[in-house]
């Protein structure tokens, strides 16, 4: 069983978000960059499934900055047993329809009967990325699972949607999509930040996934318009002195939200 | 099969595993009426396409396509019926909410037509070149605008974003055949619809949302939030470390990866205000933060702060607006 996991690198959101008011991309000095965490969540999902089926092998997968390749590392320091780096300076701000092209010409070069994403990534992704794959690789997509069982053949687990929860299940190949509800990631230990060392990281442009990132011909979506807005300035603050809540009540009424 | 207008802009409807109209149909048509005509796209259980169009109707949909199916697939009979709908429409923009449905049903549709996909709209206008999407992200810090460079643009619109209504239309249905792709698909095995017992206003949309987090300490103690929220007529909202320590389900998250709010009033009780639970409500017109730190970084958004304990100043306000409505 191979199973991919695609991870991403993100500007760390404890730390301030900038956006390049120029390029409209994220401005990645402005802030540490760090693996995605629901990404290092569905690599626990592939990993966990490991421990116990000497038959899976796990690939952890990005298309990302060539700077990107040192927290890429940090999946194989967990556990995952090769990587792949697709990174091209035609990619930079790819649309979402490049990325997708270009991350399924990976997977289907690397080879899969399972792909495990994150249902959303915290740098203002859209989440679409795995239904887009799963429609470019012609298998099922079974997206925003709160629990995962991966069986010989099939993938199944528990989805909840606005309305409602479905159990859902798919024949493998199939691409998968897991929320935070799943359990956090173990950290890597010593012993596998030295094996990672030694494990394979591919390196692959554009080009030798027959991608060509300027290929005007394909409608893309653009960035049209971007603008800063103020900051929200902080209001009143007061410590509490046994009239507090009397206090609020007053605020609320000022501001007729009662 | 009639003609459509050149501006049509195909909207897909949701609905609820019970079958209703989904809530977020009227911010779509909204939107769609604003831009063009809208032309509404509804796949639905068999024998409730007269049903559903009603609503549709009601919601101000002039024509609505109809498939109805009793499929148990995931995702591909409505990326089917798109394409189809797409394929006799020939639409400028197809709307689409932002669920989690929705984003795969997107996803799929725009990857199958190679179309340009805009996630997460709060709105849409149209200018000389054609239709514009436009987003808030990095929880509101930015607006940005994205547009196709040629030819159809997908796009996602957040639940609740969308304020216009179109104005309600006759009733006005087709039925639209569609062969299925084949596409591969996951099955449904089985759907628990969730049966709305509280009478408290849905998250999404709220006017007023009283939010509780780690510093309630633990799920019975929670119950004040429920109370301070239903003093208030608002719904209840929670950070995720107080859904992380089961004081109440996800569903009720408030941030980058819960829902988004942009209430009239949002009330943080024991919320520290970490930038994730930021990014989801910092856009509310007025927000009232209640909490013992006083260098909680919630203060810094807050336009009314109180440093002090939620137990002690949370009941004092209940029984202030109590005493007010008598
Ligand atoms: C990728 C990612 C995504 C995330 N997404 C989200 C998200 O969508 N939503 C979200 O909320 N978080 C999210 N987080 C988590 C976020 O970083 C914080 O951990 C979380 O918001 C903290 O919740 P909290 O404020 O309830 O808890 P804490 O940070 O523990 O704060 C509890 C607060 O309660 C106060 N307190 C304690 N007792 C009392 C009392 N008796 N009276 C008054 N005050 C009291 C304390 O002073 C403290 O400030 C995300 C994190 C990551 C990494
Ligand atoms: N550039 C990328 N490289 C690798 N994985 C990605 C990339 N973009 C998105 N993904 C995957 O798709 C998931 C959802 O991302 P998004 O659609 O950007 O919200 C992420 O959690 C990742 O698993």
Redesign the pocket.
């Known amino acids: 069983m191979k199973i991919i996991v695609l991870v991403k690198e993100v500007p760390d ?2 730390g301030e978000r900038k956006l390049d008011l120029e390029t409209g991309l994220a401005d990645r000095a402005a802030s540490e960059a760090v693996l ?3 990404g290092e969540r569905a690599l626990e999902v592939a990993l966990a499934y490991a421990d116990s089926h000497d038959d899976a092998e796990v690939v952890v997968m990005s298309m990302a900055a060539e700077r990107a390749a040192a927290t890429i590392r940090k999946g194989l320091a967990m556990g995952a047993a090769s990587a792949v780096h697709i990174t091209d300076p035609g990619l930079a701000g790819a649309d979402l329809g490049l990325t997708a092209r270009t991350l399924a010409a990976a997977i289907r070069r690397t080879g899969f009967d399972l792909v495990i994403t994150g249902n959303l990534s ?1 740098d203002g992704g859209g989440g679409v990325i795995p239904a887009m794959l799963a429609e470019l690789l012609d298998v099922p997509n079974a997206t925003a699972l709160s629990s995962v069982e991966i069986a010989a053949g099939t993938v199944s687990g528990t989805r909840s949607v606005d309305g409602g929860t479905l159990h859902v299940s798919a024949q493998l190949p199939a691409v998968v999509s897991i929320t ?1 509800a799943l359990p956090d990631a173990r950290f890597p230990n010593f012993k596998g930040i030295m094996a990672a060392k030694k494990k394979p990281f591919e390196t692959l442009a554009a080009a030798d996934l027959g991608i060509e990132p300027n290929d005007l011909s394909v409608a893309m979506s653009i960035m049209t318009a971007i603008a800063e807005k103020p900051p929200r300035a902080a209001g009143v603050k007061i410590t509490d002195g046994g009239d507090g809540g009397t206090r609020i009540a007053e605020f609320l009424i000022e501001n007729r939200l009662v | 099969m009639t003609d459509y207008p050149a501006d049509s802009i195909l909207v897909l409807l949701e609905t609820t595993p019970n079958g209703e109209l989904a809530t977020s149909a009227a911010g779509l048509l909204g939107a769609a009426s604003r831009i063009g005509t809208p032309v509404a796209l509804a796949v639905v259980a068999a024998g409730q396409a007269q049903a559903v169009a009603e609503q549709a109707a009601a919601t101000g949909a002039g024509r609505v396509l109809v498939v109805e199916t009793d499929s148990m697939q995931l995702t591909v009979p409505h990326v089917d019926a798109l394409a189809a709908a797409a394929a006799v429409v020939a639409p400028d923009a197809v709307l689409i909410s932002n669920s989690i449905d929705g984003r795969d049903i997107a996803g799929r549709f725009a990857a199958r037509a190679s179309a340009p996909i805009a996630v997460d709209a709060i709105g849409v206008s149209r200018d000389d070149e054609g239709i514009v999407a436009h987003h808030s992200v990095y929880g509101g810090a930015y607006n940005v605008d994205s547009a196709a460079t040629f030819g159809l643009l997908v796009v996602t619109v957040r639940q609740g974003a969308v304020d216009a209504r179109a104005e309600a239309q006759p009733v006005a249905f087709e039925s639209l055949d569609v062969s299925a792709s084949g596409a591969a698909s996951a099955a449904i095995d089985s759907v628990e619809a969730v049966t709305e017992t509280s009478s408290r206003p849905e998250l999404r949309g709220a006017t007023r949302v009283v939010s ?6 633990s799920a019975e103690k929670f119950a004040l939030v429920e109370e301070l929220a239903d003093a208030l007529g608002a719904a209840v909202g ?6 992380d320590a089961g004081y109440i389900p996800a569903s009720y ?6 829902v988004s709010v942009s209430p009239q009033l949002y009330i943080a ?9 930021r ?2 409500m910092q856009t509310a017109k007025h927000i009232v933060a ?4 006083p260098d ?1 970084p ?1 203060f810094e958004v807050a336009d009314f702060g109180v440093v ?4 002690t ?1 949370v009941p004092q306000l209940i029984s202030a607006l109590a005493e007010r409505k008598r």
Do not use: C, P, W
């Open positions: 959101t404890y995605d965490e629901i915290t935070e | 509780g987090g780690r510093g309630l300490g929670a950070s995720r470390a107080a859904v998250q408030v941030g980058q990866t819960g009780l024991g919320i520290s205000g970490a930038i994730q639970h990014t989801g209640v909490n013992k730190d909680a919630i002090g304990d939620v137990f100043v």
